[in-house]
């Protein structure tokens, strides 16, 4: 959908509509929240095989079995969970009062919804990326809009023509780019009540930049490279088979894959021949359908450039793959392992995002503890142990936005576990409750009764005003 209209123009009527629909009904009921999520769980019922349809034209070539499980069976799971648990959310909380407050008061707090919110979608999971938050803004009540990536164009184009059969603009509205880039801006500048945001994270300086002339507050979901530590006690087979599964997913275009393995010296060689027969196993051909493809030329040619980097730097590149090579111009990268890398390296300074897998030998895992502290702290940290203090140890020793011990990208899928980032992996959470509160304003309110505490300590600050203070202080408050 294409239109000679300035960005401004195109956004701005729709905007309007939502702040003015959300001022008509500042807090709705559960039940109207609900519909809206059935509404949503119905969209992607009607128009399933269209979005997986759409998303493999988006990519060139992806399985419709891992859009359906990595992100339409997602979706619906996490709105599911959502229409179950929204009585709860949106129940008042009682909260406690002071000496001061008693005994007549009372004090409480009830979630209401922000108002607006804009959600900024990248194109690796475009379904679940749009749907996810979407799932916590319009549980809390919220209006949306939508703002799909030029690299998700057909289903973007597809969302824009089915969603008006099931949402009033004025609620949910999507909205992708022409191709100038002129979109995303005037997008990201509107005085959205919250946005939300997942990309990279110099993108994110700018959206959240922009979002500073409004005040308006953001969540920033971005990557970093997550790394992984294979313990000496723990299988090196099944560690290789858990992280090739992570690393081929989606082709590694995940912002929670393993973006580095360290593992034990002794074991390097061990590990390269697990991953080898693994991928024997599970990727016989490439050009089968079930491996996904690099999602446009630019990218596919970035990751070719930082193989050749690697390789001119002194790292040994280990193709895993030994099946057909591809066929056409499908943008499919077998999947590699790179030994001895090291700083110097483009690989080991960006995120890789692609599948191709650094191990990295170590003989101290406190040196290595150390290693992963000096960096940006990542998205996620994995760690591969059977020894619980270790596992424990490790987790605590270092900071990320999110743990998976024994299992990578899993824990990004759980409903109940609040997703987000640390520092250069971002801030705020969302998924479930959490996500729920990010798009609600939770608010406080104090109620006073008929008697009134406050009229003892009221002044002259002498006589009763005093005794009265002097029994606060000795009860502690």
């Not at 300074?349 to 406190?366: C, H, M, T």
């Amino acid at each position: 959908m294409t239109t000679d209209l300035p960005p401004i123009d195109r956004l701005q009527p729709v905007f309007a509509a939502q702040q003015r629909a959300h001022l008509k009904n500042l807090t709705p009921d559960v039940a109207a929240r609900r519909a809206s999520l059935d509404r949503l769980a119905a969209m992607l019922d009607a128009h399933w095989s269209d979005m997986t349809a759409a998303v493999q034209r988006d990519f060139g070539v992806r399985n419709a079995f891992e859009t359906e499980l990595t992100e339409l069976m997602q979706a619906k799971g996490a709105i599911k969970e959502a229409k179950r648990s929204l009585p709860g959310w949106c129940r008042p909380k009682k909260r406690k009062l002071s000496i001061l407050e008693f005994p007549t008061a009372s004090a409480w707090t009830f979630p209401q919804p922000v108002g607006v919110v804009g959600i900024i979608v990248p194109w690796n999971f475009p379904i679940a990326m749009a749907v996810q938050p979407m799932i916590g803004a319009l549980a809390a009540g919220n209006r949306v809009m939508v703002k799909m990536s030029e690299n998700s164009r057909n289903l973007a184009e597809l969302l824009q023509q089915i969603s008006p059969k099931f949402f009033d603009q004025d609620e949910v509205a999507f909205f992708v780019d022409d191709g100038t880039g002129t979109i995303g801006p005037a997008f990201s500048a509107l005085p959205f009540n919250h946005i939300f945001f997942t990309g990279s994270a110099d993108t994110g300086r700018k959206v959240m930049a922009s979002a500073a002339a409004n005040l308006t507050p953001v969540t920033l979901e971005l990557g970093g490279k997550s790394p992984a530590i294979v313990a000496d006690d723990y299988s090196i087979e099944r560690a290789a088979e858990r992280i090739l599964w992570s690393k081929m997913l989606n082709s590694g275009q995940i912002c929670t894959s393993v973006d580095h393995v360290y593992v034990p010296t002794a074991k390097i060689d061990a590990f390269v021949r697990a991953a080898k027969a693994w991928v024997h196993k599970h990727i016989p051909d490439v050009n089968n359908g079930d491996f996904t493809s690099i999602i446009d030329d630019r990218s596919f040619a970035r990751l070719q450039d930082t193989i050749a980097d690697a390789r001119e730097h002194g790292a040994e590149i280990i193709e895993l793959y030994e099946g057909p090579a591809p066929t056409g111009e499908t943008r499919v990268l077998p999947p590699k392992l790179v030994l001895n890398a090291n700083t110097t390296m483009r690989i080991m300074q960006r995120e890789i995002f692609g599948p191709v897998l650094p191990v990295i030998a170590y003989d101290d895992i406190n040196a290595v503890v150390t290693e992963i502290n000096s960096r940006p702290r990542p998205l996620a940290f994995y760690v591969f142990s059977d020894n619980r203090k270790l596992q424990d140890r490790l987790v605590r020793s270092t900071i990320s936005g999110g743990v998976g011990i024994n299992e990578p990208v899993v824990q990004a899928g759980i409903h109940d576990l609040p997703f987000g980032g640390s520092g250069d992996s971002g801030m705020g959470h969302y998924h479930g409750h959490e996500g729920f509160l990010t798009f609600s304003k939770l608010r406080p309110v104090f109620r006073q009764g008929p008697v009134r505490a406050l009229d003892f300590v009221l002044p002259p600050y002498r006589g009763r005003s005093a005794q009265v203070l002097s029994i606060i202080k000795k009860l502690g408050g």
